[in-house]
């Protein structure tokens, strides 16, 4: 079977709700991918942050054999000897008192909605049914209808409805906006510290310092949605880290298993995760023997390998590269660590031709919004793999 076989199968069969570039992937190392063709590309989307630790890591991969041949699933009704060693591991990494495993990313954010609104009955003691979270304008959380129902994309609310209420949108990077959109009922602001599916938009400097001090003073937690941001992706272990801040609860997912099994978790102060009691909230798979191995080995992984201070190093390197190309398509190149966005003119015609050429010329990397060419690659690329990389985005941004 060639390329085209794969892709009529695929659009026979399966739902038609992705438009992916045409390339059909059977085959993955670090930062390559060969197609089933036998090109090779080099993968600049690392499946949106997922493959931080870079495809199939030796260690990773071997952790997932050495427990699927041990016990992959008891279900939380019984307990299992992985997941209270990811709990311990997790949290004196990332200093979060409690761990609440999940294993989609949405489920992540789901769990943080639920324990903020229980936080506000049973703690704060807003009135029954009346708790507010405010969210930022062009988010992305996920894909369940709670989810989107605060998002501002309308396509993905068109159809769904009815919507789930108890959201309220303020501009993103506007402390003023977050500060007069809080009642007496607002019991949570959940923001993502860099908007990835948003087109990598990094707010001002001191914004979420900011958000915190108000969240603070007006008895409001602040939730981070770091699962494309955290784990290294910005060039530190969680972006929250360049304000300063810590917020009361965080969301992860993506990294959280180096991309071979889906782990993701809500972090807390026991305060908030102590709203939960048994039979409030759970997942048959969350918490899973397999999963939490998995993810044990790529949390260490992330760590014995630096790679979140190789993100910060290269993702620098990387955005200085870009900005000495100069292209006339360029209006902006941002991000952080190896996060990082290059918006174009509105004249450029968009990213996906810029995306397509790419391909063209065996680098992957996937547009976001429809004018923002997205460069993420796993944090394990190295100055070389950059240097070979920017030979040829240098032709594509050079393009008519
Ligand atoms: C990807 C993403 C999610 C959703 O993760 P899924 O695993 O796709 O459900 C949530 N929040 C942010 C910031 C993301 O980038």
Redesign the pocket.
């Known amino acids: 079977m060639n390329t085209q076989d794969y892709i009529s199968l695929e659009n026979q069969y399966g739902a038609n709700n992705y438009n992916p570039l045409d390339v059909v992937i059977d085959k993955a190392q670090g930062v390559w991918v060969w197609d089933v063709e036998g090109n090779k590309y080099m993968d600049c989307l690392a499946a ?3 493959v931080n630790q870079g495809h199939c890591h030796p260690r990773i991969v071997d952790a997932l054999k050495n427990q699927a041949e041990k016990v992959t699933l008891t279900s939380r009704a019984f307990r299992n000897d992985q997941l209270p060693l990811l709990y311990k591991e997790l949290s004196e990494l990332t200093g979060f008192e409690k761990v609440l495993p999940m ?7 789901e769990t943080a909605l639920k324990a903020v609104r229980k936080w506000g009955y049973k703690v704060k003691g807003v009135p029954e049914n009346k708790a507010e979270i405010i969210t930022c304008r062009n ?6 209808i709670t ?1 989107i129902s605060f998002s501002t994309e309308e396509q993905y609310k068109d159809g769904f409805g009815p919507l789930t209420p108890g959201f309220k949108n303020v501009e993103y990077g506007n402390a003023k906006a977050l500060e007069e959109a809080i009642t007496e009922n607002t019991v949570a602001f959940l923001v ?1 510290p860099i ?3 948003g087109g990598v938009i990094v707010p001002p400097e001191g914004y979420l310092k900011e958000a915190y001090d108000i969240c603070q003073k007006n008895n409001v937690l602040l939730i981070t ?5 955290g784990l290294g992706r910005s060039g530190k272990l969680f972006a929250f880290e360049y304000d300063g801040i810590r917020p009361d609860g965080v ?1 992860i ?2 990294a959280l298993s180096g991309g071979l099994y ?1 782990v ?1 978790a809500f972090l807390a102060s026991k305060e908030i995760m102590d709203v939960f009691h048994p039979g409030d909230h759970g997942s048959t798979f969350g918490g899973n023997p397999l999963g939490a191995a998995v993810a044990r080995e790529a949390l260490k992984v992330l760590v014995e390998e630096n790679l979140v201070e190789k993100s910060y190093e290269h993702g620098k390197y990387f955005r200085e590269q870009l900005r000495a190309v100069n292209s006339k398509h360029v209006k902006e190149i941002r991000g952080r660590g190896l996060f990082i966005g290059v918006e174009l003119n509105d004249e450029a015609g968009g990213a996906r031709r810029f995306c397509e050429a790419l391909m063209g010329k065996g680098i992957l990397a996937k547009e976001t919004h429809d004018n923002v060419i997205r460069f993420a690659p796993p944090l394990v690329i190295t100055k070389e793999e950059i240097d070979w990389a920017m030979e040829r985005i240098k032709d594509v941004l050079l393009m008519d």
Do not use: C, L, M, W
């Not at 949605?225 to 941001?229: A, F, L, R, V």
């Open positions: 949106y942050s997922a294993n989609s990313g949405a489920e992540a954010v988010n992305f959380g996920g894909r369940t989810i993502e908007q990835g599916e949605d770091e699962i494309q941001s969301t997912g993506k889906p993701s």
